[in-house]
């Protein structure tokens, strides 16, 4: 497979260990592929200079409260970040040059945006993956308080992370101690593939979708749900041979799941197909 130079570089960029990974570049090069014409630096350059404004606005004593009060001053006062709650289901929330540009994003990408700025400020910080509402976390000992960028920086607590899930799931998901945990950055960019391959489905934009698709599976090549994902849509599209490949790997891997009596009825179809 002949791979766009958007996705070369996210490749080069993935390969290295995960704690060197640069969040940013890699979420420039998957929204490379949306804008071919994306410079990265561009970008990268404009979050160093916001961490150079931010810095002038850091307290004099160092306390991570304090400096997360600056850091939310800076980004939803000065700056006018904001949640985009009135097109949230825009893939262009998900593109980071979008969301620096527009100053408006979903949780994961404004997340991003805080996490560039604390990191350039040497104030180590982490993505916080939970269900379906992304925070993040001053990685600080015996401080457990996490930020919602998506809510102008507002600081959380473990019961206020209970009420946000009660709000989205309606008492369905109760809080777990692994939802409040540090995600690693390939954890990171396959929620927000994840996300983009959600949205390109329910826009009907199949190519988008295996796009995505594709990157996750450069992140993590044993993903079997995402080789399902990839054969269904193969399938849908009539790309049989494709189809029949990741369907029988998903089967390989996941052989007594509980969708396996109806990927068995398509492998059957598909070979049903070929035949005639």
Same mark, same amino acid.
Request: hydrophobic content about 45%; charged content about 25%; aromatic content about 10%.
């Given at each position: 497979?002949?791979?766009?130079?958007?996705?070369?570089?996210?490749?080069?960029?993935?390969?290295?260990?995960?704690?060197?990974?640069?969040?940013?570049?890699?979420?420039?090069?998957?929204?490379?592929?949306?804008?071919?014409?994306?410079? /990265?630096?561009?970008?990268?350059?404009?979050?160093?200079?916001?961490?150079?404004?931010?810095?002038?606005?850091?307290?004099?004593?160092?306390? /991570?409260?304090?400096?997360?009060?600056?850091?939310?001053?800076?980004?939803?006062?000065?700056?006018?970040?904001?949640?985009?709650?009135?097109?949230?289901?825009?893939?262009?929330?998900?593109?980071?040059?979008?969301?620096?540009?527009?100053?408006?994003?979903?949780?994961?990408?404004?997340?991003?945006?805080?996490?560039?700025?604390?990191?350039?400020?040497?104030?180590?910080?982490?993505?916080?993956?939970?269900?379906?509402?992304?925070?993040?976390?001053?990685?600080?000992?015996?401080?457990?308080?996490?930020?919602?960028?998506?809510?102008?920086?507002?600081?959380?607590?473990?019961?206020?992370?209970?009420?946000?899930?009660?709000?989205?799931?309606?008492?369905?998901?109760?809080?777990?101690?692994?939802?409040?945990?540090?995600?690693?950055?390939?954890?990171?960019?396959?929620?927000?593939?994840?996300?983009?391959?959600?949205?390109?489905?329910?826009?009907?934009?199949?190519?988008?979708?295996?796009?995505?698709?594709?990157?996750?599976?450069?992140?993590? /090549?044993?993903?079997?749900?995402?080789?399902?994902?990839?054969?269904?849509?193969?399938?849908?599209?009539?790309?049989?041979?494709?189809?029949?490949?990741?369907?029988?790997?998903?089967?390989?891997?996941?052989p007594a799941g509980e969708d396996a009596p109806q990927i068995?009825?398509?492998?059957?179809?598909?070979?049903?197909?070929?035949?005639?």
């Amino acid at each position: 497979m002949e791979f766009s130079l958007a996705r070369q570089r996210f490749y080069q960029e993935i390969q290295q260990a995960d704690a060197t990974i640069n969040l940013a570049a890699a979420a420039l090069y998957i929204a490379q592929e949306a804008y071919p014409d994306l410079d /990265p630096e561009v970008y990268l350059n404009a979050l160093d200079v916001m961490a150079s404004e931010a810095s002038e606005r850091m307290p004099a004593e160092p306390y /991570p409260l304090k400096i997360i009060q600056a850091l939310n001053c800076y980004l939803f006062e000065d700056l006018k970040f904001s949640g985009n709650s009135l097109d949230y289901y825009n893939p262009r929330n998900s593109f980071l040059n979008d969301v620096i540009d527009n100053r408006m994003g979903i949780p994961i990408t404004l997340s991003l945006v805080y996490l560039e700025i604390a990191k350039r400020l040497d104030f180590p910080m982490a993505g916080v993956g939970m269900p379906g509402h992304f925070l993040i976390r001053p990685l600080v000992e015996d401080m457990t308080v996490l930020v919602d960028p998506f809510h102008q920086g507002e600081v959380m607590f473990e019961e206020d992370c209970q009420t946000r899930l009660q709000q989205i799931f309606g008492g369905a998901v109760q809080l777990q101690p692994q939802f409040l945990e540090p995600i690693q950055s390939k954890q990171f960019l396959v929620r927000m593939l994840t996300n983009l391959k959600m949205l390109y489905i329910k826009r009907e934009e199949i190519p988008q979708a295996l796009a995505a698709i594709e990157r996750i599976l450069l992140l993590f /090549p044993d993903n079997a749900r995402e080789l399902r994902d990839r054969g269904l849509l193969y399938f849908h599209t009539g790309r049989l041979i494709e189809a029949r490949q990741d369907l029988e790997s998903y089967l390989n891997v996941q052989p007594a799941g509980e969708d396996a009596p109806q990927i068995l009825r398509i492998l059957q179809q598909i070979e049903d197909w070929r035949g005639n």
